[in-house]
């Protein structure tokens, strides 16, 4: 018996990874016995469109200096696009893109709370 089912997983950095998986059910012994396999093509597929919304807004001015943009603004902004994620999902984009000099983040203090708001010079 074949099921389909969506995943979410986190690698050793952090990232998460969308994707598709088949579970394969087996009877043995009188245990159920489940074979997965990934659409490893569908997770890198997820992966880029979020990469690519990301650089779209950055190239329409979404990330400029004067507009330092918070993790909500961001998650609204992709949201409207049509790309629903948690902060938590995002952050990973965002750090990869600070690490590849697209973005530059700064730490800040709202409500005694800190968190990071993300531009470009």
């Given at each position: 018996m074949a099921i389909k089912a969506e995943i979410l997983i986190r690698d050793e950095n952090g990232r998460l990874f969308k994707g598709t998986v088949d579970l394969h059910l087996q009877e043995?012994?009188?245990k159920k016995k489940?074979?997965?396999s990934i659409d490893a093509k569908k997770?890198?597929?997820s992966r880029s469109k979020v990469i690519l919304r990301l650089r779209e807004f950055k190239s329409q001015g979404f990330f400029n200096s004067s507009n330092k943009r918070t993790m909500s603004e961001i998650k609204v902004k992709l949201r409207a696009k049509g790309v629903v994620l948690k902060p938590e999902?995002?952050?990973p984009y965002l750090?990869?893109?600070v690490v590849n000099d697209?973005?530059?983040r700064d730490q800040i203090?709202?409500?005694r709370k800190k968190s990071f708001v993300y531009f470009k010079i």
């Open positions: 043995a012994v009188g489940i074979a997965v997770i890198k597929e999902q995002i952050q750090t990869q893109m697209e973005l530059e203090t709202r409500d």
